[in-house]
């Protein structure tokens, strides 16, 4: 059978092919060109590389007109109305699973694969399950659960068994070119990770001085432009106090942010929306779920309440650091991923 693979140029998505091409797949790569910078030229060098010692055919697709208007235009856009986007959930969603889906389709591929760390279950049902990858310092299962029933279906994780330590291993024993390319945690259309000046070239006007208030109001200085900052955040603040302080809120209408104590920064309660079910629909009412408000945060524990309209209410067992709105919480049982939903607001 023939699957076509999402390659970046990083040791993951290599393996990932090598993986398939050993279980006797007909593999195909792609690597899709998402915006013009200056490690493309590399990643696809690195690519080619690969795909030369894996004997599989290579493929470049331009994407990069897609991904400005779907993900970098609502990336800055969001800084505006003073909330935190996650760009690489919005990219899964929109741009790379669907698109190499498409890919795959023209070159009559049955599956799409590609390097994430996670996993995906069959039950005796035909229901799909999508659960964390088996290292738990590198799964992705977070920035995945917006995928469908129907994406699940033909979709292959092959890395989502192994450690990061033995994909690098699996790297070495075929001489793979890349098995020692360090990974990259930045943001990837932003490879210096400085988004404040990425933003600044698109919307200079989000970066005007404005108010900086404490919670009852009173001024206490002046902040360099509202997409400097998100909340939870202190450096930048550039104010002296006798204890830390942290954004509390970010006011877009009168370009002002809102800054309090640590404690203050810790929520229990979240509500959010545009909200997706692995399984295609919500829970009947109430469940216990694990639950976290940002990739590497700790999560807790919580009750879940499903709401008209794809909203939920999220009450935590523990007190969670800056839940932000435009930011994804997602919720898990145990591995398995049950779905996720965007960040309103959240309150003590």
């Not at 969001?78 to 699973?97: Q, V």
């Not at 995906?120 to 990858?133: E, M, S």
């Amino acid at each position: 059978m023939r699957v076509v693979v999402g390659l970046s140029g990083g040791v993951d998505s290599a393996v990932a092919a090598l993986l398939l091409k050993s279980a006797g797949y007909e593999v195909i790569g792609i690597l899709m060109k998402l915006f013009d910078y200056h490690q493309f030229s590399s990643n696809a060098e690195a690519i080619e590389a690969a795909a030369a010692v894996l004997n599989i055919q290579f493929h470049i697709i331009d994407l990069s007109q897609k991904f400005e208007k779907i993900v970098i235009d609502n990336f800055c856009a969001e800084y505006r109305t003073g909330r935190t986007p996650n760009p690489c959930i919005r990219c899964n969603e929109l741009i790379k699973f669907p698109l190499l889906r498409q890919e795959a389709d023209k070159l009559g591929a049955q599956f799409i694969a590609t390097g994430h760390h996670a996993r995906i279950k069959r039950d005796k049902d035909g229901q799909y399950h999508l659960l964390k990858g088996l290292d738990p310092q590198k799964d992705q299962s977070y920035f995945l659960y917006r995928l469908t029933q129907e994406q699940l279906g033909n979709l292959l994780f092959p890395v989502g068994d192994l450690t990061k330590s033995e994909v690098r291993q699996k790297a070495r024993e075929f001489s793979l070119p890349n098995a020692e390319r360090e990974e990259s945690q930045e943001i990837c259309f932003i490879p210096d990770n400085d988004y404040a000046a990425f933003i600044r070239q698109r919307y200079p006007e989000l970066f005007q001085p404005g108010p900086v208030y404490d919670t009852s109001g009173k001024i206490l200085g002046e902040h360099a432009g509202i997409a400097n900052f998100t909340i939870g955040q202190r450096k930048g603040l550039k104010i002296a106090f006798g204890e830390r302080r942290y954004v509390l809120k970010i006011v877009p209408k009168e370009n002002a942010i809102v800054i309090g104590s640590e404690d203050e920064v810790y929520q229990t309660q979240v509500w959010a929306n545009n909200c997706h079910w692995v399984a295609g629909a919500p829970p009947a009412g109430k469940i216990r779920v694990w639950a976290k408000v940002r990739s590497q945060g700790p999560g807790s524990f919580a009750l879940i309440q499903p709401l008209p309209e794809d909203r939920i209410y999220v009450k935590f067992d523990q007190p969670q650091w800056a839940p932000t709105p435009g930011q994804a919480i997602v919720f898990w049982q145990g591995d398995e991923v049950l779905g996720g939903a965007t960040i309103e607001q959240s309150e003590k």
